[in-house]
């Protein structure tokens, strides 16, 4: 088809048009240089203070002796709480989520034959946001009133706006800035739906999003590496995991699980073959959606109107420039992530003082 490899046609597809591969590789180096030490630090006392000892990949996603807060209500409960949060939230916020509610725009219960996991997606023809989950009674339904709730937010602001024809909300990176920054902004009114469990929630989720950027970029830099590298035989491709994990992830082991051992854990991700190229989206929006906390928690109304326009914008403005209008730092640019680094270590630390 004329392209050099595959790389240069995937940011095509995903209508990357505000960073290019460089710029990608600039944010995996700060990545490495300034998140991993400090993720891997988090890690490492938070698994000691729990009594583990030697840290394995199936204690990655433990945050909290006895497990996860769950939440405190039923499907019918939450959807209530979540209303009130979302009319507290702003005025624009309470009427998309009526209009939501109103149009029967969500289906979570879990049952027989449906599909799993959930998304939010949109009608065009009548300008519908719509939101399928499957709910289990874990934290993981309230992502879905916030983080799915952010996508479909974003869907209703731009539903008018008709510069964003091509690129709607924007590229998947702003997209899921959209969705990411919005659980971050429902961070106050977890009390509602944890009850005196919320402290919990909030260390879990914010040390959850923080530790995962780490682990995207190895995806991310995996699909770099073998797509240019298309000979590579299959022992090459898991070699080259295994070293990204020893690089990016230090702490892990798959010590005594002898398939990932070999170095097989990539193939667990579907986005590497079903969306390629797509996960670095989930990490750039990761930061941007930090930084909108961080932000939200010296202001939060400024913080929300900020967001608020952001969102509104969608594929009118670059990614870049949306987040130089918010007046965010750029995760491309030199030491942004330092800075970050820092001020989440510490913000973790005061959330784990509250628990």
């Known amino acids: 088809m004329g392209y050099k490899n595959f790389i240069e046609l995937a940011y095509y597809r995903l209508g990357r048009i505000s960073f290019d591969e460089k710029m990608v590789e600039k944010f995996r180096k700060n990545v490495l240089k300034d998140i991993v030490p400090v993720v891997s630090r988090l890690k490492l006392e938070n698994a000691k203070r729990m009594g583990i000892d030697d840290f394995k990949l199936y204690d990655n996603d433990v945050y909290l002796p006895g497990g996860d807060p769950k939440p405190i209500l039923d499907k019918d409960g939450i959807f209530k709480a979540a209303q009130e949060m979302y009319h507290d939230m702003s005025e624009e916020t309470g009427k998309f989520f009526d209009m939501m509610l109103e149009t029967e725009a969500f289906d979570v219960e879990s049952r027989r034959n449906k599909w799993g996991g959930g998304y939010c997606t949109y009608f065009f023809k009548y300008k519908q946001p719509f939101i399928l989950a499957n709910f289990n009674g874990t934290s993981a339904d309230i992502d879905v009133v916030t983080h799915e709730a952010g996508h479909a937010f974003a869907a209703y602001l731009t539903r008018n706006n008709r510069f964003a024809v091509e690129l709607n909300v924007g590229g998947m990176e702003t997209a899921e800035t959209h969705s990411m920054s919005m659980e971050f902004f429902a961070e106050k009114y977890m ?37 240019a590298n298309p000979d590579m035989t299959p022992e090459e491709r898991n070699e080259t995991w295994r070293k990204l994990e020893a690089e990016f992830r230090p702490y892990l082991s798959s010590e005594g699980i002898p398939y990932l051992e070999k170095g097989t854990r990539w193939q667990y991700q579907m986005h590497i073959y079903e969306s390629p190229f797509y ?8 930061v941007v959606a930090f930084e909108f906390l961080l932000e939200s928690l010296k202001d939060y109304n400024e913080a929300f109107r900020k967001y608020v326009r952001f969102a509104s914008q969608g594929g009118e403005a670059l990614f870049t420039d949306l987040i130089k209008e918010a007046g965010l730092v750029s995760p491309f640019e030199d030491g942004a992530l330092k800075d970050l680094a820092g001020k989440i270590e510490k913000l973790l630390n005061e959330l784990r003082a509250q628990i």
Request: glycine share 4%.
């Open 279 to 286: 996960y670095i989206d989930y990490c750039l929006a990761q």
């Open 191 to 227: 009390d509602k739906f944890f009850g005196k469990d919320a402290a919990k929630y909030r260390f879990m989720h914010v040390f959850d999003a923080f530790s995962f950027i780490p682990y995207g970029t190895i995806v991310d830099y995996f699909q770099h590496i073998v797509y």
